[in-house]
């Protein structure tokens, strides 16, 4: 049998600003998200037995190609830590924390450290689009785009709205499987609106938010079209940003004090499968947040608020359905009544999402823990979702058949 | 109090040739690698619960930029297994390593894996170079070069044997230590070669080697100058393969069989420390060597084997002395005595090291675990230690101030 779990929270959270800010180098991120994170868990730099460090493109960008976070981690003060350099796309931030928290529960150490950094805006768009576009297997891209064209062929774009000439392929991607969900649940383009005019008006209230301007939903239909049926507005930015979190155990907890520890009920790694995109119940989230409310004792019914990873607003749609907040087919029609805007029955995405708080690759899945984190503790200000005692988190990257190579599902409780 | 460790095997391991196979991807080799540790251990491709990736280079050589772990290990037939990619230089294949005995340890799975794979020789050596140089802060390459030239000052090259010219910096950094231990402990150049010649000897018996000829001591000594003291035949080179293990708990090994299974007495993770490079008795595997010693209820003394990273001859001085085989400054007479030969009394790099058997990067580390499985076995072959019992391998990898920037220090026992 395995050993029976011990019990890990999360002690303190911290992220940088995300937005453009490319006279910051990936140390400096750094810095500022582990300093804040320590001071929040009024944990000392000796402290952390062993730190994760996610991260995608600096190796690309900033040329540092081999140890990166430990030379990060030292700079912003830490000679001692032992730290490991993780990648798992987009999902590699959540894919940090989930270490921590085996690390932790492991005996390993104490108290670990999970830090995500990405700084993007430096480098040309073309180099980014490029680097997204090894998010799946490379020897099958001919393999990928037929596949695509025929889950997007149940519905044709209007006339003038032609795709094909997205940038990133990912967008191809999210447009083909938005579509064929148009075809087969009849998801609306003005739902998918209505999500991303929902996401920017709770950035609006998060000062860490890289868009804070509200749009209409004309405004963002009219947006220029990515690969329809997504408009511009719909997308994830290319960002800078850094989160970081630190992953404890009961001792070190009776160091630090529990009146703000939060307990991680659950973090889960998706398991893959092949299948086809039809199976959507069998989806590689849906599975993993199966797990996670299994071994948290809960269901979606208990849940107080989701960050899920709206790389696009139909992914928003998506996992709504996936982590089971609304019957799979119904995530257009849960984000058209309301129920997921601050006030509504089940808030997602309160910090802005992937969409307007922004989307630093190897930073994102901490931005989540850090917003769950800070609603769970009622610190979340202006965008406090009230009562807030389970918190869920979806961070997904990277694509393997019809879903993403690697996802992430965590509950979090007050 | 952290949760009390429970039992961690080696039931599986496999590796590929090292050494020249530039037609052969990195998924190719991988799947030899965990197809081979999945046959050895009778473990079911389904088994795994956690996969761990170790690669440095293929984002850059093969255009796979992120991903590259679930990519290969999905192609070798493993569509379930949530999967991380892990990078710490050449400490990364003992990475991997770890994160499975600690996902085992942590009760998150019954059965994890641990692959490591590069694929070098098809690109060209000035990148391969460039990529290395990476493995430490490349905002500090003036100050790291200023002091190179004054710890090697010590001792003076002889006429004819200037270096400098050294391809890749980390052979400069090598030398430079070298010739400080020269300048303090009285270590020759002939004592390197003989080193060299010792590890050509033993992969003469590995099949698994790159390198499989053995020079005299004259020829290593005469060999082309890299960075003096350090000649070519002392110097690991550029390899491609992959290596593999499978990592389980007491309860996936009541299915797979005690007999061949090795139990891990430790792995640990060394801790880093700002110190000046004549602390040798603090430098960051001795420091992990102690821990991993003390949490086996070990010594030096019950060490069977080694295998240690030589990345140059250098290496297998600095490590004897830093795991304790003999005392600081004696590597250079321990390795003169003969005692780290295949027969001596405490063979040092049986499967030839990093030096003969290959380098091929984020795999070294899990040919390491190979070797000591396969001795703790007695399963060698020609190359068999008589009665080995435990086994220690030590993986360094990038650089930080005078020491690496990530150790591992394994005890491994039959």
């Known amino acids: 049998m395995p050993v029976r779990a011990s019990a890990v929270y999360v002690a303190g959270v911290a992220m940088t600003r995300f937005g453009r800010q490319p006279e ?14 320590l001071r929040d868990a009024a944990c000392d730099r000796q402290a952390p037995g062993l730190a994760f460090f996610a991260n995608c493109t600096q190796a690309a960008f900033e040329g540092q190609t081999a140890v990166a976070g430990q030379i990060a981690v030292r700079a912003a003060g830490l000679p001692r830590v032992p730290v490991v350099n993780v990648e798992n796309a987009c999902a ?28 993007m805006t430096a480098a040309d768009k073309a180099r980014v689009f490029a680097l997204l576009e090894g998010g799946w297997d490379i020897d099958e891209t001919e393999a990928i785009a037929e596949r695509l064209r025929r889950l997007g062929a149940g519905v044709t774009p209007p006339p003038g709205a032609a795709d094909g000439g997205a ?25 998918l609106a209505l999500v991303a005019v929902k996401n920017q008006t709770h950035a609006a209230l998060n000062p860490f938010a890289q868009y804070r301007e509200v749009m209409t939903v004309e405004q963002v239909l009219n947006g220029r079209v990515v690969a329809w049926p997504l408009t511009l507005p719909m997308c994830a930015p290319i960002s800078d940003g850094a989160a970081a979190a630190v992953v404890c155990n009961d001792a070190a907890l009776a160091r630090f004090g529990r009146a703000r520890a939060v ?15 039809a199976q959507l119940d069998r989806h590689i989230t849906r599975r993993a947040a199966e797990r996670a409310y299994e071994e948290a004792g809960l ?13 696009t607003v139909f992914g928003e749609i998506l996992q709504s359905e996936c ?15 309301g ?12 910090s802005g999402g992937l969409q307007s708080r922004g989307h630093p690759i190897g930073a994102t899945g901490l931005a989540q823990i850090f917003e769950l984190v800070t609603q769970l503790r009622g610190e979340a200000g ?33």
């Open 299 to 311: 269901g979606p019914e208990d849940v107080s608020l989701a960050e899920v990873h709206d790389a």
């Open 263 to 277: 307990r991680v009920l659950a973090c889960v790694p998706g398991e893959g499968e092949t299948r086809e995109w």
């Open 92 to 119: 590699s931030g959540t894919t940090a924390f989930h270490l921590a928290c085996t690390a932790v529960r492991a005996g390993a150490c104490d108290i670990a450290l999970a830090v995500g950094a990405e700084r």
């Open 382 to 414: 202006s965008r406090q979702v009230p009562g807030a005692r389970i918190g869920i988190a979806e961070n997904g990257g990277g694509m393997h058949g019809v879903e993403e190579a690697a996802a992430y599902v965590t509950l979090l409780g007050s």
């Open 323 to 337: 982590l089971g907040l609304c019957p799979i087919g119904d995530g257009g029609l849960l984000a058209e009544s």
């Open 167 to 191: 940038k990133s392929v990912f967008m191809d991607v999210y447009a083909a499987f938005a579509r064929y969900h148009m075809h087969i649940y009849g998801l609306t383009q003005r739902q």
């Open 339 to 350: 129920a997921t805007r601050l006030g509504g029955r089940i808030p997602v995405n309160v």
């Open 24 to 37: 910051r180098s990936v140390k400096a991120l750094v810095q500022e998200a582990v300093d804040g994170a």
